[in-house]
């Protein structure tokens, strides 16, 4: 079981590591430093997706490493 969990959270953060670099918060250069001038933005439609996504695997990454700690 224990190896299975082991390739499960490589599995997860390669999926998770994906996620993240796929989320978009500006096109500029700036805005990765904090410009961009806009104070909040709601995301719609995929993007919403991709954030609920990342939640979701991030916690199941927590979970398995206590699993795995456990076991």
């Known amino acids: ?3 299975y969990l082991f390739f499960g959270q490589i599995a997860i953060s390669i999926i998770l590591i994906i996620l993240i670099a796929v989320q978009q918060r500006g096109a500029a250069l700036g805005s990765a430093f904090g410009g961009g001038g806009e104070f909040y933005s709601s995301r719609r439609g995929i993007q919403k997706k991709l954030h609920y996504a990342t939640i979701a695997l991030a916690a199941l990454f927590l979970i398995s ?3 795995s700690l456990l076991f």
């Open 1 to 3: 079981m224990n190896i």
């Open 65 to 67: 490493g206590v699993v």
